[in-house]
């Protein structure tokens, strides 16, 4: 998609989602590292077990993780964005609760911990890794995400070369 298409759908269609997400980087902005990544801009948050968090094209990560996690939750969060484009208004009650609520209540997490449920399980979750693969064009490399992130089962690597 072109960057020209990509910001007037983000911020026309997906406008709720992307105003809360450049609020949040403006309070941020001074205070924390920024970069570019395709048509979104990440801001890395130093906050202890934060993952990631897509708000439209403004997407939040956390930095203590290792350097698979990070190059994976790029595209993963970026593949959230593109839900975005898609939901627009929707978008915070398709997949913005499901997914807050997926992550952070103790029974959902105490379940996927002791009943060893994938995190990418969860539908939103497992769509926005096929999303963010496709629009990046890259595969991902950590163990989790090639053995559980389609929708819980392996995500065998594409040749985006053909």
């Known amino acids: ?27 941020l902005a001074p205070t ?13 948050v130093n906050a202890k077990g934060f ?13 203590s993780k290792a350097e698979e996690w990070a190059h994976d939750t790029k595209i993963h969060e970026y593949g959230h964005s593109f839900q975005s484009i898609l939901l627009g208004p929707l978008y915070l009650i398709v997949v913005g609760i499901p997914s807050s609520v997926w ?9 996927r ?6 995190y990418y399980k969860l539908y939103c979750e497992g769509w926005a890794n096929l999303w963010g693969r496709a629009a990046v064009k890259e595969n991902f490399i950590s163990k989790d995400m090639t ?15 053909k």
């Not at 992550?103 to 379940?111: D, T």
């Not at 911990?113 to 994938?118: D, L, M, N, R, W």
């Open 1 to 27: 998609m072109n960057a020209f298409l990509f910001y007037l759908l983000q911020f026309t269609w997906g406008i709720i989602q992307n105003l809360a997400g450049f609020i949040a980087f403006l309070i």
């Open 51 to 63: 993952g990631g968090l897509s708000m439209g094209m403004f997407i939040f990560m956390g930095t």
């Open 113 to 118: 911990k002791e009943q060893g449920v994938s």
């Open 147 to 161: 053995e559980h992130g389609y929708f819980g089962k392996p995500l065998a690597p594409v040749d985006f070369n």
């Open 103 to 111: 992550c952070n209540f103790p029974v959902f997490v105490r379940m």
């Open 32 to 44: 924390h590292k920024h970069e570019r990544f395709n048509h979104a801009v990440i801001t890395y």
